[in-house]
């Protein structure tokens, strides 16, 4: 199996770089450069760009002075003047396998020199499977310094649902109109819209979205809420003795004083702040135990997929991020366009999540008219 890792040292916006100020020969050790003051000792250089058949990767050995950059190895090509020097700090490339897919620990199973002059870095795994996970780390040969890992990549490449999928899709078509951003911008619309999209199911249906969180008060009936999910409650139930629960009923803060009484069968509870809360009546220490509204999870590694709610409405995020790109770039026309298509798969979306469970009856369809006394019957249709 072969793998593949992209090379984009280059090409970061934190990436510094220089211009060679003479040229440089095959097997040489030096490498003289215009601004030398950013090049660091031990870490990697790049000369040229990534995928330009020459282009080779050296290490700086001790610290650059007079313009001049020593090198650990020799060049395997000539290079002219003004070609461009970058300081990429690493290079070679960790490769790293999970046999247990994305729920396991990457484990180094190889490391290989970056080769500048291909836009990829390959590593032959000659016993992986179709089940196996993958992540790498750029590696510095010289310092032993290691980048973060990246994300996981599975070798049937990412699912429909996945953030790496959706945010391709939305690049294809900003590069088509010849407008590009990089995947953190990309990625961050993309969160927006699930935010969005969840906060639309919730108003319409608090079915969605739901945690629960077993929360200790005191004998003061005080309890803070720490979950970092946590939106709104839903449900609030009170045990004294942890195995016993009756649901509590809120109470306004300022409808109640210390003098009230208040019935452990028929337990309230108050908030006082957006996390914490009082159980009445005081005096006993217990747990709450809360169903609650949760803030969407923030897709962050390529692999995350859209919440199941939202996996038949890709299109609508899409649409979003459009919308976001070209209002961006004050192409006022476009993104009105993309915009209004988000607003109607949103509406679409709310319509259509509205019965969140199908099993139950919901309404008794009256195929025709109907006589009688009962004004409760509406004649028209639908009795509820």
């Known amino acids: 199996m072969i793998l593949s890792t992209q090379n984009f040292l280059d090409s970061l916006e934190t990436t510094q770089f220089s211009f060679l100020s003479s040229n440089v ?46 090198l650990y190895g020799t060049l395997t090509y000539s290079h002219s003047l003004d070609t461009p020097v970058f300081l990429i700090h690493y290079d070679q490339v960790i490769f790293k396998r999970s046999t247990s897919g994305t729920a396991g620990t990457a484990v180094a199973i190889g490391t290989v020199n970056i080769t500048p002059n291909s836009e990829f870095t390959e590593y032959i795994d000659t016993t992986g499977t179709t089940t196996y996970a993958y992540k790498t780390q750029f590696y ?42 990089g995947d953190s911008v990309v990625n961050d619309w993309i969160n927006e819209w699930v935010e969005i999209m969840t906060n639309s199911a919730i108003k319409v249906n608090d079915g969605y979205s739901m945690g629960t969180v077993d929360v200790a008060f005191g004998t003061a009936g005080l309890g803070t809420i720490t979950v970092s999910d946590f939106k709104q409650p839903n449900k609030l139930e009170i045990t004294w003795d942890g195995t016993n629960y009756t649901n509590s009923t809120e109470i306004p803060v300022n409808r109640y ?74 192409k006022k026309e476009d993104a009105d366009g993309h915009f209004n298509k988000f607003v109607k798969s949103q509406q679409d979306f709310i319509h259509e999540v509205t019965p969140r469970d199908q099993t139950g009856i919901h309404t008794i369809q009256f195929t025709e008219g109907l006589s009688g006394g009962d004004d409760s019957i509406d004649l028209a249709g639908d009795f509820i």
């Open 25 to 70: 020969n095959a097997s040489g050790t030096t490498l003289p450069i215009k601004n030398i003051n950013s090049f660091t000792d031990k870490w990697a250089v790049q000369l040229g760009k990534t995928g330009e058949a020459q282009s080779e990767i050296q290490i700086i050995n001790g610290g650059p002075a007079n313009g001049t950059a020593n």
């Open 140 to 181: 510095n040969s010289v310092s032993t310094d290691v980048s973060l890992e990246s994300d996981w990549f599975i070798p049937g490449g990412p699912s429909f649902y996945s953030l790496q999928s959706i945010r391709q899709r939305v690049k294809d078509v900003l590069f088509n109109s010849n407008y590009l951003k």
């Open 257 to 330: 004083s210390a003098g009230d009484i208040f019935s452990g069968n028929y337990p309230r509870h108050a908030w006082i702040g957006d996390t914490v809360f009082q159980v009445l009546p005081q005096g006993n220490a217990g747990t709450a135990h809360i169903t609650y509204s949760a803030l969407p999870t923030r897709l962050t590694n390529d692999s995350d997929e859209l919440p199941l709610s939202l996996r038949s409405y890709t299109t609508s995020c899409i649409e979003y991020t459009l919308y976001r790109a070209f209002d961006n770039d004050n």
